[in-house]
Structures are given as C-alpha cells and as structure tokens.
C-alpha cells in the first residue's frame, strides 16, 4: 500500500511530507564505545559461549497501540504516537518518534553492543549527548531484546518493561508511517510504510 502522508524516511528512499530524507549517519561511533565493543562483540553470549549473531536483529520495528489496532483509524487510548527503530548491522541503531502534535520527529542515534542473555545495550551515539528513549531526554538504562517466533522487540527502559503488550505497546517488525496525523480531531491512523509489512505478519 502506497501512502500519500509520511512523517518518516528511511535511507532506503521513503519520501517525506515535507520532501527531505532522513538519513542515518555514516560517521563512526566514539572510540570509547569502539573499544568497549571490539572486546566484548567477539565473545557473544557468555552464557553459551557462541558469537553473537545480529542477523535476525537486522531490520526496522514499528510500536503498535494495544488500544488502536493497527493499520486501523480511530482513537488511540491517548497515545497519538508513531515510533520506529532501526537495528543496524555495523553497531548502530536508530529510533524515530513522532507525535501529532510535532512540527518535527524526534531521531535519536544509539550504539548497540551485545551482553549476555539475549539482550544489546544500547548507549548514546553519534552525536547524542545523552542518552534518550522517546520523548523521554534523559535516561540511565536501555537495553532490548529479540522475541521469537515473530521478532517483535522489548525494551527495558530504566526498568520498565516495554513490548510483549507491556504499557499496552507492542513492537513488530517493519517500519509504520502516517496515514492521518490527527487531522481530525482525537482520530489517527498509521500503518506500513510501502514495501514495510512482513510476508508472515503475527496475530
């Protein structure tokens, strides 16, 4: 489905309302973080003992309403939001939060790193100066972890959990864009960007 009201872009071409693209910085992360990462990467899951493999982790989630079925029109339960967030295989990852009432998204840039039990920590990257989950600019804690069968995503956001219907949001693959940003009064609607929807979408 192509959709004619876009409040995000990927690098992969997704056209903005406003005919900018957002892209993800090219620049390397800090060497701290390069350091940190280069000695731990290589030994994966401590708890196995095998390397991390991010190859599943790849790709762009989208956060769902528990409220407001999704793809659907109608009243979100107060939560007037789309968020997505991108895992990238060269360490980076990416998070675009929008509001109805936003002139402009939120883009926050992160550095992820693998720690043991199924989880990446994801720490300040290029050119953040702290670390920041949503609206919310001042965090101590953020990792996420991979859900299978269906590769949806939880967070654990200074110890609250998020996903998995916790704080009634569910986070799925493939990326969500604007269908109706609240033209209408308390009504809203986002759905796939084109090309985003999973061949096998989870119930």
Sequence with gaps: MMLASLALAWPT?????????????????????????????????ESTGEPFDASRWIGRYHFESTFLPFGESGYPGGNYTLTNFEILPDSRATMLHDHCNYKEPITIEYQWLPSENGWLILQPGAGERSLRFNADP??????????????????????????????????????????????TGSIMQVDYCDGEQPEDVCP
């Design 13 to 45: 071409g997704c056209q903005c309302s406003s005919g900018e693209l957002v892209e993800v910085d090219s620049e390397g992360s800090s060497g701290t973080f390069e350091e940190t990462l280069a000695a731990s990467s290589g030994s994966g899951d």
């Design 138 to 183: 001042d965090v101590e804690s953020l990792r996420v972890r991979l859900i299978e069968p269906c590769r949806e995503l939880e967070f654990d956001y200074d110890g609250t959990m998020i996903g998995m219907g916790r704080s009634f949001t569910l986070i799925r693959p493939g990326a969500s864009c604007w269908v109706d940003k609240c033209t």
